[in-house]
């Protein structure tokens, strides 16, 4: 039982560039969501899934796009990176009830410049 | 709107002493969940500690408590024999049950706590 798996663990992209960021969990956590950490801030919340084929967005949800083809998986895609995407990125999971606890990944660092 | 605030930035303390982190949030929503999360430098979010808004007992685990003062919307964490691995940031967070998929973590700024030799 690994968890939350975040992919790259770093990352630095060029301005305009395009990346995907990679989220695997093998919880079976209906539940999936991407945040970012800017420095000296607490998480806020970009995208959300409540099941495979269902996203919404969350507070900070511009430059972003998800997709959950499947339970297991919800990639985070920066379409043209730009330096205030400079963050640090956590993907998290949680099973359904609204009281469940929200697990974290380790994160994942991109600068871009 | 839902705002956490944490005001102290910064926390020093020897180590065995007991410390508290303060906590206080904003919200007209009557059922949801408080949370303190640990982040040490490699930055991984550990939850420490949760409550849920109807449970008037407060919660415990281990050397970690809360107080949990609804009505003055405070939740504050107490350490008891402070360790030297507690020194990390300590974000005070809550969400609730209606907002963005009950997904969206509301957190305040943290506290980095410090704990001496």
């Known amino acids: 039982n690994a968890g939350v798996t975040q992919t790259p663990k770093f990352q630095v992209l060029k301005t305009g560039q395009s990346m995907t960021l990679q989220c695997a969990q093998d919880m079976n956590h209906e539940y999936m969501s991407w945040y970012r950490q800017d420095p000296g801030m607490g998480l806020r919340l970009i995208h959300y899934s409540v099941g495979a084929g269902i996203t919404d967005q969350g507070e900070v949800p511009n430059g972003y796009n998800v997709s959950r083809s499947t339970t297991e998986d919800f990639p985070l895609r920066l379409l043209s990176a730009a330096p205030s995407q400079t963050s640090v990125y956590f993907c998290?999971?949680?099973?359904?009830?609204?009281?469940?606890?929200?697990?974290f990944g380790e994160g994942s660092w991109l600068t871009v410049v | 709107a839902q705002t956490v605030t944490q005001s102290q930035p910064e926390m020093s303390v020897q180590e065995a002493e007991t410390v508290t982190l303060s906590c206080t949030y904003d919200t007209s929503e009557n059922n949801y969940y408080l949370f303190w999360y640990k982040q040490p430098p490699s930055r991984q979010m550990i939850l420490v500690i949760r409550q849920e808004a109807y449970k008037q007992q407060n919660a415990t685990e281990n050397r970690f408590s809360v107080n949990f003062q609804k009505a003055a919307k405070s939740f504050s964490l107490k350490i008891s024999d402070s360790q030297l691995g507690d020194t990390a940031m300590y974000f005070c967070a809550f969400r609730t049950p209606t907002t963005q998929g009950a997904q969206k973590l509301v957190f305040g700024q943290g506290t980095r706590l410090t704990i001496n030799p």
């Open positions: 998290a999971s949680r099973y359904g009830g609204s009281g469940n606890t929200i697990y």
